[in-house]
């Protein structure tokens, strides 16, 4: 009984992001054979091709702030956790207001100046500002997480996504407005459900200056490491688009979505445990850390390798049978989605020892490592080599990741 009243919490939490998190898969599932009817292949290659660069414009929108929100949370007095959100939160916004700005005008330069097979407008603008204010819904879910407040972070998740879905539908199928409709209508839902976590995630307009001198400190390693995160999974589609194929660039994306659906799973088991995570570093709970990390890769794993024997007949209910031919590129990058997580493992571990400038080197060496890798595979065996290169460059990271903290935290 004991043992039960002990777990019972969790079984709860892991009960309500799962559900959360399998209406939002089913939701997609759902509604993709619709997608793929009234989307082309150039439609899936423009969204596919502009969303990539969020994994670029993201740090510099949010300076990593909501890692250090995360990481300081339970080291911070109760009395001081309000104003550590609210600190967090605001200078995130100030800050990715002003990065939103420079970053739209030096990527349309750099598009104005370069052949580029994709219009900058209204793809790019459509898609930097969602990120921007998806932003707040973002730091909402994370604090309903971090606290535990599993229900309303259930619910939260799934009116985000019927909302996308309804906007999205509205413009898609019904306006035939193709990649145009899609953006148009994930950023009218983004608008409403971060009016809502703004109002409900901050309680004063006031900035801490002392948390904030903490925070930049802390997060300055943070940010050129994860702006180097794009050269690990973004970078492969600007060299891609140089190839000139369309038609196969829609395939790879539609294989990167379908693949992306699996990463719901790792992120179920992963918001239920990832609090025990930096609670067993601030207690010295080794054990309890292992066990909890050896879960969430190990569900992961189960997840990815089922979707890889079953790809081909998935997609083909998931696509109406006209992307079928994605299902190569979905397998390989399903072995991607585990390396990704024994990654994101790691990552987690060096920041929650506190080791962000460890981190920063890690993922340097291994973009660079990368790049190279992508532009060798690329160059040879085109889109199949792109797929193969994401899985590999996770592994190496892993590898370098798992070396460092062990030299670190002997």
């Known amino acids: 009984m004991n043992i039960i009243k002990k777990y019972l919490p969790y079984i709860k939490n892991l009960g309500l992001y799962f559900t959360s998190s399998i209406i939002v898969a089913l939701v997609g599932i759902l509604l993709n054979p619709i997608y793929a009817m009234n989307l082309s292949h150039e439609d899936y290659a423009i969204i596919g091709y502009y969303s990539s660069f969020n994994l670029l414009l993201l740090p510099l929108l949010n300076f990593s702030l909501y ?95 019927l909302l996308t879905a309804f906007f999205s539908l509205i413009f898609v199928v019904y306006y035939k407005h193709g990649a145009t409709g899609k953006l148009c209508g994930t950023l009218i839902a983004t608008i409403i459900v971060s009016t809502y976590a703004l109002f409900y995630s901050v309680s ?18 943070l ?49 239920t445990f990832e609090p025990d995570i930096y609670q067993s570093i601030a207690q010295g709970r080794k054990k309890k850390l292992v ?19 079953l790809a081909p007949q998935v997609i083909g209910i998931l696509t109406a049978n006209r992307y079928i031919e994605s299902a190569p590129f979905a397998q390989i990058l399903a072995v991607h989605n585990i390396a990704m997580a024994c990654y994101y493992m790691v990552v987690k571990l060096l920041i929650g020892y506190g080791f962000v400038k460890q981190e920063l080197y890690v993922r340097v060496s291994g973009a660079l490592l990368s790049i190279a890798m992508f532009y060798v595979l690329i160059d040879k065996y085109k889109f199949i080599g792109a797929a193969w290169g994401q899985s590999i460059s996770f592994l190496i990271m892993t590898i370098i990741g798992i070396i460092v903290l062990c030299i670190k935290n002997k």
């Open 223 to 271: 940010v050129i490491s994860a702006i180097f995160w794009y050269f690990l999974t973004g970078v492969d589609r600007v060299f891609l688009e140089r190839i000139g194929d369309t038609y196969t660039f829609g395939l790879y994306s539609v294989g990167l979505q379908m693949a992306g659906y699996l990463t719901i799973f790792y992120t179920t088991i992963s918001n």
């Open 291 to 309: 066990g909890t990390i050896g879960i969430i890769i190990g569900f992961t794993a189960i997840v990815n390798l089922a979707f890889i024997i």
């Open 67 to 161: 890692s250090f929100y995360s990481r300081h949370y339970y080291f911070t007095p109760e009395d001081k956790r309000e104003s550590l959100g609210n600190t967090v939160l605001l200078s995130s916004m100030m800050i990715g207001f002003v990065s939103l700005f420079l970053f739209v005008g030096f990527f349309y330069f750099l598009h104005r100046s370069t052949e580029n097979s994709f219009p900058f407008f209204p793809y790019a603008i459509l898609t930097f500002v969602q990120v921007y204010i998806g932003n707040i819904a973002s730091f909402y879910l994370i604090k309903l997480r971090i606290t535990r407040q599993a229900k309303k972070y259930a619910w939260f998740s799934i009116i985000q996504c």
């Open 204 to 221: 004063e307009l006031k900035i801490d200056k002392d948390i904030l001198s903490s925070a930049i400190k802390f997060c300055t390693p």
